[in-house]
Nanobody, 116 residues
Framework: QVQLVESGGGLVQPGGTLRLSCTAS????????MGWYRQGPGNERELVAS???????NYADAVKGRFTISRGNAKDTVYLQMNNLKPEDTAVYFC??????????WGQGTQVTVSS
């Protein structure tokens, strides 16, 4: 089992920055892929960014050049640095971890609101 705990969400004005963190515990040695998803009001959950154990990254077109995903040295934490935030970035952001064997775990989500 893997447990995920997110932090760092909040209210920010357009153009502002936030940094989300997600810390994994439990069977972290079995995780090979982590990512951030988001779900806005009335929308389906969508991929924001992901990173593999070899630090290969992938970004949604809507956030390229503004968001950066990274992992901590211990590989048990994944970060999402969000710059130049826009109102359309408003959503609940979820951390995801994928374990060998394609077992998927989700965090509880953290709210990000971009508004003036």
């Amino acid at each position: 089992q893997v447990q995920l705990v997110e932090s760092g969400g909040g209210l920010v004005q357009p153009g502002g920055t936030l940094r989300l963190s997600c810390t994994a515990s439990g069977r972290i040695f079995s995780i090979f892929h982590m990512g951030w998803y988001r779900q806005g009001p009335g929308n389906e959950r969508e991929l924001v960014a992901s990173i593999t154990n070899s630090d290969r990254t992938n970004y949604a077109d809507a956030v390229k050049g503004r968001f950066t995903i990274s992992r901590g040295n211990a590989k048990d934490t994944v970060y999402l640095q969000m710059n130049n935030l826009k109102p359309e970035d408003t959503a609940v952001y979820f951390c995801q971890a994928v374990e060998y064997g394609a077992i998927i775990y989700w965090g509880q989500g953290t709210q990000v609101t971009v508004s003036s």
